[in-house]
């Protein structure tokens, strides 16, 4: 165990549906991200939340919302999804600020499929 | 944001020193070299970090030549455990970085 959870570790939706994925960590870190896992596709870096301040990929289709309540909680609100966004969504956080090198711990992972 | 390269894949059997490669040649003075490893549908998971010279925990070995262009991660007497993905990451963290294709290693009986 990393000390990073995340719920549900599978989740089956269709492309009307509008659900939430919820990480928790329970280091004390003070930086979370949203990572994106496409089948045999290297990891892409969705946001980035560190001392109440948000970073996002330009990439990321507004479709994907994140939302950060506090340092120990991140969420990432799912609407009109399409079936391309099926993948492995991972959370990590990290001690200090994301613009340290510092190791992130990444949880389990949640397993999107979308219909 | 500095651009690694490592090859897409390596074999060994079990008992081998596996040394993984990865080219950063445009690295800033201020960029850690960071590796990762990733077992299949799990998160990836920090293995070691260095920024010159050689570093060693109970895990692996890191090697970084003078000039930091590259790095080479030595995974002693490996395992048929240590099949996995391998990342090799340079930077601070930056909102673009990506962990890249990363090598896959297999490791065979």
């Known amino acids: 165990e990393t000390g990073v959870t995340q719920t549900p570790r599978h989740l089956v939706m269709g492309m009307t549906n509008k659900k939430s994925l919820k990480c928790e960590q329970h280091?004390?870190?003070?930086?979370m991200y949203w990572y994106k896992q496409s089948a045999k596709k290297p990891l892409e870096l969705m946001f980035v939340?560190?001392?109440?301040?948000?970073?996002e990929n330009n990439s990321v289709p507004s479709r994907f919302s994140p939302e950060c309540p506090n340092s120990s909680h991140l969420f990432l609100h799912l609407h009109t999804l399409q079936p391309e966004d099926s993948a492995l969504y991972l959370c990590?956080?990290?001690?200090?600020?994301?613009?340290?090198?510092?190791?992130?711990?990444f949880g389990p992972g949640t397993r999107l499929t979308v219909l | 944001l500095a651009k690694t390269t490592q090859p897409i894949s390596m074999d060994s059997y079990e008992g081998q020193e596996v040394n993984i490669t990865c080219s950063h040649n445009?690295?800033?003075?201020?960029?850690?070299i960071t590796w990762y490893q990733q077992f299949p549908s799990q998160g990836p998971r920090f293995i070691i970090q260095?920024?010159?010279t050689k570093v060693t925990n109970e895990v692996a070995s890191l090697f970084i030549p003078a000039d930091r262009k590259s790095s080479t991660l030595s995974l002693p007497r490996v395992s048929l455990s240590d099949t996995a993905v391998y990342y090799c990451?340079?930077?601070?963290?930056?909102?673009?970085?990506?962990f890249g294709a990363g090598t896959t290693v297999t490791v065979r009986a």
């Open positions: 939340y560190s001392l109440e301040e948000r970073v």
């Open positions: 260095g920024y010159k």
């Open positions: 280091l004390g870190h003070n930086a």
């Open positions: 990590a956080s990290s001690q200090v600020s994301y613009r340290d090198h510092n190791e992130q711990f």
């Open positions: 990451l340079v930077g601070p963290n930056d909102y673009k970085l990506s």
């Open positions: 445009n690295i800033a003075t201020n960029d850690y």
